[in-house]
Structure formats: structure tokens, C-alpha cells
């Protein structure tokens, strides 16, 4: 079984913070620097080991606590992508727009 693709919401410097978190639960969750845009809003790339979908999304939860986190969507292909967990504090816009994925080294290029 392939792992199972989620796309978080969030800052470069909290994605920093949620990987550090991540990497202390062996095998849970591996956190790309990949991103993408959707609605605004920067998306980073997570891998979630088969049989750790729950485990993982107890984990988002509390990092909810200390994080600032938005929208958490679950699928390979980042405009497809459904959302899997609403964000608390922050509201999303509409969900059909297209989204670009893209390393973060590359230049935001892109004309909305």
C-alpha cells in the first residue's frame, strides 16, 4: 500500500515546527518541502505511512495548539484534493480553483 498524500496549510517557518513534530513519531509522516497554491493559500505536501491516517490527524489536532495551521486536505493531486479536517480559527475560500505545484525554491509566477 503507497502512502497516503495530505496537503497542509500553513507558514514555511510552521512547516519547519510541524516537521521537527512529525520526525519524533517514527514512521508516521514525512513532510516535503513540495508546495502548491490554492485559494490563496500555501499548501506543503505531507506523506502518511499506510495504517497511520488516524494517528496522524490526532497529532494535526494538537498541533492546531501551538501551530497556526488552515486547511488540511487529503489527495495525490492538490486542485482535487478534498478537505479532511476543518481549520479552526481560519475560513476557506471556494474549493474548485486550480491549483500550481511547484518546489520551493522555484519563483511564484503565477497570474490570478
Given at each position: 500500500?503507497d502512502a497516503?498524500?495530505?496537503?497542509?496549510?500553513?507558514s514555511?517557518?510552521?512547516?519547519?515546527?510541524?516537521?521537527?513534530?512529525l520526525s519524533?513519531?517514527?514512521?508516521?509522516?514525512?513532510?516535503?518541502r513540495?508546495?502548491?497554491?490554492?485559494?490563496?493559500?500555501?499548501?506543503y505536501?505531507i506523506?502518511?505511512?499506510?495504517g497511520?491516517?488516524?494517528e496522524?490527524?490526532k497529532?494535526?489536532?494538537?498541533?492546531?495548539?501551538?501551530?497556526?495551521?488552515?486547511?488540511l486536505?487529503r489527495?495525490?493531486d492538490l486542485?482535487?484534493?478534498?478537505?479532511?479536517a476543518?481549520?479552526k480559527?481560519?475560513?476557506?475560500?471556494?474549493?474548485?480553483?486550480?491549483?500550481?505545484t511547484?518546489t520551493?525554491?522555484e519563483t511564484?509566477v503565477?497570474?490570478?
Amino acid at each position: 500500500m503507497d502512502a497516503i498524500t495530505y496537503w497542509l496549510s500553513t507558514s514555511e517557518p510552521e512547516i519547519h515546527f510541524i516537521d521537527a513534530v512529525l520526525s519524533f513519531y517514527d514512521g508516521l509522516a514525512n513532510v516535503r518541502r513540495e508546495f502548491g497554491m490554492r485559494d490563496g493559500q500555501t499548501f506543503y505536501r505531507i506523506f502518511v505511512a499506510p495504517g497511520m491516517e488516524t494517528e496522524f490527524l490526532k497529532v494535526v489536532e494538537r498541533l492546531r495548539q501551538k501551530a497556526t495551521l488552515g486547511a488540511l486536505l487529503r489527495g495525490e493531486d492538490l486542485a482535487k484534493a478534498v478537505p479532511q479536517a476543518e481549520p479552526k480559527a481560519e475560513s476557506k475560500a471556494g474549493s474548485n480553483a486550480e491549483a500550481e505545484t511547484r518546489t520551493e525554491t522555484e519563483t511564484d509566477v503565477s497570474t490570478s
